[in-house]
């Protein structure tokens, strides 16, 4: 069975919810007649109960959330819980972004507790692992991605391994401008699966969806996106803008 791609749009510190309406019905309109692609728009906390609410439990599109605090509930001042994310019926959660790993001093192992406590709350962790230039300068790109899934997975079952999507998303290339080339982002998307493969073996690893996130555009995103092993987008900056972000949903549509 083909993997259906999956592109999600993360919007990251921008858009009120007052801006959610106007934004949707754009993009909703653009993307009516796609069926064939799992869309996933990720708010920021504050304009999550307003999309959830205008999205109305659609399957069409689906909600995800940009972080969620790895404990279940308690005293933890300005933290988000994945009830609480369920409650607005959020369906996925981006884990190990460069910036909260860069900006906020997220680690493999925090990433690997978020990820736990989203699979038993039935939310499905987006994992973000890549390397930076300096590490692709010094080849080190595979090492560096090797070392993020296995702080991040490692001792998770094939069911659990099931549920999760991973991104591969090179530092370098995130707002900057600078994608990678499609056969760079080929390379490593391979190598991603095949460390999949060697560790829960292919059944699992050839169903896993793997995202591409960097600077994807309405006009890069065909060419990444035909790669074998690119079974999908996370798009920040180009996803603010509604109708780019559906001419990107379209490039994500299998050829008849
Ligand atoms: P960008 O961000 O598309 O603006 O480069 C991608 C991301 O951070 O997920």
Redesign the pocket.
């Known amino acids: 069975m083909p993997r259906k791609k999956f592109v999600a749009g993360?919007w990251?510190m921008n858009m009120t919810s007052s801006e959610v309406a106007p934004y949707l019905e754009i993009f909703r309109r653009e993307t009516e007649h796609v069926d064939t692609v799992d869309i996933t728009l990720i708010p920021p906390f504050t304009a999550l109960a307003k999309t959830s609410e205008i999205l109305d439990g659609t399957q069409r599109i689906r909600l995800g959330a940009q972080n969620m605090s790895p404990e279940l509930k308690g005293a933890y001042t300005g933290e988000i819980s994945a009830t609480m994310l369920r409650d607005l019926y959020v369906r996925f959660v981006l884990v190990g972004?460069?910036?909260r790993r860069r900006l906020f001093g997220e680690t493999d192992e925090i990433a690997r507790r978020k990820i736990i406590t989203a699979l038993a709350t039935e939310i499905r962790p987006i994992l973000?692992i890549g390397e930076t230039l300096e590490e692709r300068q010094a080849g080190q790109e595979n090492s560096v991605l090797e070392g993020q899934l296995q702080g991040a997975l490692a001792g998770l079952t094939k069911d659990q391994l099931d549920e999760i999507i991973v991104a591969y998303?090179p530092v370098w290339?995130?707002?900057?401008g600078l994608n990678a080339t499609p056969e760079q982002a080929q390379s490593a998307h391979r190598f991603i699966r095949d460390y999949l493969a060697k560790t829960w073996g292919t059944e699992v690893s050839s169903r896993s969806r793997i995202l591409y996130?960097?600077?994807?555009t309405a006009e890069n995103a065909r060419k990444l996106l035909s790669q074998p092993d690119i079974d999908g987008a996370?798009?920040?900056?180009?996803s603010l803008d509604p109708r780019a972000f559906a001419e990107i949903v379209s490039a994500a549509v299998p050829a008849e």
């Open positions: 993360n990251k972004h460069s910036e973000c998303e290339a995130i707002g900057t996130g960097g600077s994807v996370l798009v920040g900056g180009a």
